[in-house]
C-alpha cells in the first residue's frame, strides 16, 4: 500500500481538474444539489467527509485528493484479499501490482473525483458479499452495511452492485437474508433523510435529480436513440477497459487449466458483479470524458488477471530474468501511458490543464476588474465557468446559455464562490464582458476556434474584440450587448431567483 499512497501522492493534481471537481469544493462550504453544489444525486457522504478532511488540509483540492489517495490504498489492499481468497497469494501479489500500475487507476487516484471511491467500494462490497456467497452468515450485515455507505459516495453504486448483493444473500435462511436487507435500509436511510432535509426537502431535490436525467442522459439510452450509439459505447467500453488493464491484458493470452470447482463460482460470482454495469453503460448512459465511470468494474478484473499472470509466471518463474524484463517492460509502458498519453486522464494533461489555469487566472484581473466586468464562462469539463467562478470569486460568473428549468428559463451564476440561478442578469455597473478561455488554446485553431465563431456570430460585426496575454486570447464585448448571448435574460433591473430549492435541473453532460 505505501507505493500505491506514494505514487499517487507523487503525481498529485494541485488545482481542481473537473467541473464536477469544482462542484464538490463549493459543496464544501454549502451543500445544495439543486444548484449543483454539487451535482444531484447529492453525493452526500463524499461531501460530509471531504468537509472533515477539509479541516485538516484546509484546502478544497488537497483534502478530495487526500481521500482519492486512501481510497487507492483501501482499494489495493481489498482487491489482495480477494485474490488471495479466490486463488491464492501469488495471485494476490500479481493483482495488486497490476492495480498499481493501471493508467486509470493511477489517474483517479490523483484528482478530486469520487469515481476510485467507487472501486474501493466496490471490492470492499464485493469482497463481504463473496465471504457472504460462501454461506458465512457473519459478513451479512457488513456487506449491506458497506453497500449502503457506497451509496452514500455515489449513489450509482446501489444500482451497479445491487445484484450481486442480492445474490450474496440468496444462499442465506430467509431470517438472515431479512436481517440483511434491513441493515442496508436503515444503512441508507441513515445518510438519505439528512441529504433530503439539507437539499430542501424531497421535492426540491427529486425535482433537479429528474431534470438533470431528461436533460442529460435519458435522451441517450437504447430506448429513445440509434442502437449504433449502444454499439459504439461498448466499444468504447472496451478501450477504457484496455485503458485501465493496461499492458496486463497480455495474460488473456495465457493457455489456463481446468479451474476448481472454487474458481467456477468465482466465475459466476464475477460475472454477477460487472455484467449489470456493462450493461447500464452500454444501453443507457456513457461518455468518455466519465471513463472512471468503469472503475466499479475493476477489482474483479484485477484480481482475474492476476491469477492469470501468476499461472503465465509459473512455480519458477521469478527465476528466469526474460520474464522479469517483461512484467519491468509491461509497468513501464503502463507508467509511460499514464504519464504522456494524450488523454484527459493523463499526468501531462493535468499538468497542461493547470498550467493554462493559473496563466488565465493570473492575467484575467490585469485586462479586466471585478468591479465593471462580467465573466461569461460555458459549460465544460475543463475551464468552463465554474472553474471561473471558483478561482475568480470576485467576478460575477454566468454560464452560457441560457438553461430551460421546470420553473422557466435562467442563468447559472457564481460569485464568492455561492452558485444562485438569475432570471436576469443584473445590470449593476459592468462595462464589459469577457468569455473565459476554453482549453483549445488560441481561437484561431480547432474545435475552439469554430465554437468562438458561432459565439461571434451572434454579434454585430466589429462588437468583440480580442485581447492577448501571456498567450492567451481572451474576447470581451459591451455589457450593452449582453442581450445577443442571453435574450431573455439581458440586462435590466436585478431580479435574482432565490428560491434555490425549487424544482431544476442543469445542462451538464455527465
Known amino acids: 500500500m505505501s507505493a500505491i499512497v506514494l505514487s499517487r501522492f507523487l503525481f498529485r493534481s494541485h488545482y481542481l481538474y473537473d467541473i464536477d471537481s469544482v462542484n464538490f469544493a463549493l459543496a464544501l462550504d454549502h451543500f445544495d444539489p439543486s444548484v449543483h453544489q454539487p451535482h444531484p444525486p447529492g453525493y452526500f457522504l463524499y461531501v460530509w467527509l471531504g468537509r472533515l478532511a477539509n479541516t485538516i488540509f484546509q484546502d478544497a483540492n488537497t483534502a478530495l485528493v487526500a481521500i482519492s489517495i486512501a481510497a487507492s490504498a483501501g482499494a489495493v489492499f481489498l482487491i489482495y484479499l480477494l485474490a ?75 444500482l451497479l452492485l445491487g445484484p450481486v448483493w442480492l445474490l450474496s444473500i440468496s444462499r442465506l435462511p430467509r431470517k438472515q437474508a431479512l436481517v440483511g436487507c434491513a441493515a442496508l435500509g436503515a444503512t441508507v436511510l441513515a445518510w438519505f433523510l439528512p441529504m433530503l432535509s439539507q437539499s430542501g426537502g424531497a421535492s426540491a431535490y427529486f425535482g ?28 468504447v467500453i472496451l478501450g477504457i477497459l484496455a485503458l485501465g488493464t493496461g499492458t496486463a491484458a497480455v495474460a488473456l493470452l495465457k493457455r489456463r487449466d481446468k479451474q476448481r470447482h472454487l474458481h467456477h463460482e ?56 526474460w520474464k522479469i524484463a517483461a512484467i519491468a517492460a509491461c509497468a ?58 471558483y478561482y475568480l470569486p470576485d467576478y460575477l460568473t454566468v454560464q452560457y446559455p441560457e438553461v430551460r428549468l421546470p420553473q422557466g428559463l435562467r442563468v447559472f451564476a457564481v460569485e464568492h464562490r455561492r452558485t444562485i440561478l438569475l432570471s436576469t442578469i443584473p445590470r449593476r455597473q459592468f462595462k464589459n464582458f469577457v468569455l473565459f478561455p476554453l482549453p483549445g488554446g488560441s481561437s484561431g485553431t480547432g474545435e475552439y476556434a469554430e465554437y468562438l465563431g458561432r459565439i461571434r456570430a451572434h454579434f454585430q460585426p466589429g462588437a468583440l474584440r480580442t485581447t492577448v496575454i501571456t498567450r492567451h486570447e481572451f474576447v470581451v464585448g459591451s455589457a450593452s450587448d449582453l442581450s445577443a448571448l442571453f435574450p431573455n435574460a439581458a440586462p435590466g433591473p436585478a431580479r435574482v431567483y432565490t428560491e434555490l430549492h425549487a424544482q431544476h435541473g442543469a445542462v451538464y453532460s455527465r
Open 84 to 158: 488471495e481468497n479466490w486463488f491464492g497469494r501469488k495471485a494476490a501479489l500479481f493483482g495488486g501490482l497490476i492495480f498499481l500500475f493501471s493508467p486509470l487507476s493511477w489517474f483517479h487516484g490523483t484528482v478530486a473525483l469520487t469515481y476510485i471511491v467507487e472501486a474501493f467500494f466496490s471490492a470492499l462490497v464485493g469482497y463481504l458479499c463473496w465471504r457472504t456467497y460462501s454461506r458465512d452468515s457473519r459478513w451479512v450485515i457488513p456487506a449491506s452495511i458497506a453497500l449502503g455507505l457506497g451509496a452514500g459516495f455515489r449513489p450509482s453504486s446501489l
Open 332 to 389: 513501464a509502458a503502463n507508467t509511460a501511458v499514464f504519464l504522456f498519453a494524450p488523454f484527459y486522464c493523463s499526468y501531462g494533461e493535468v499538468r497542461r490543464f493547470e498550467r493554462k489555469l493559473v496563466e488565465i487566472v493570473a492575467a484575467l484581473p490585469r485586462m479586466a476588474g471585478p468591479n465593471d466586468t462580467l465573466i461569461v464562462g460555458f459549460d465544460s469539463h475543463f475551464l468552463g465557468y465554474r472553474h471561473a467562478g
Open 208 to 235: 433537479s435529480l429528474g431534470a438533470l436525467w431528461h436533460t442529460v442522459s435519458s435522451n441517450q439510452s437504447v430506448f429513445n436513440s440509434p442502437i449504433t450509439l449502444s454499439i459504439a459505447r461498448f466499444f
Open 266 to 321: 468465482a466465475k459466476k460470482f464475477t460475472w454477477v458483479w460487472i455484467v449489470p454495469g456493462i450493461l447500464f453503460f452500454t444501453l443507457i448512459f456513457l461518455r468518455s470524458v466519465n471513463s472512471g465511470y468503469l472503475l466499479v468494474l475493476f477489482p474483479p478484473i484485477f484480481a482475474w488477471l492476476g491469477q492469470w499472470t501468476s499461472q503465465w509466471f509459473g512455480t519458477a518463474g521469478l527465476q528466469q530474468p
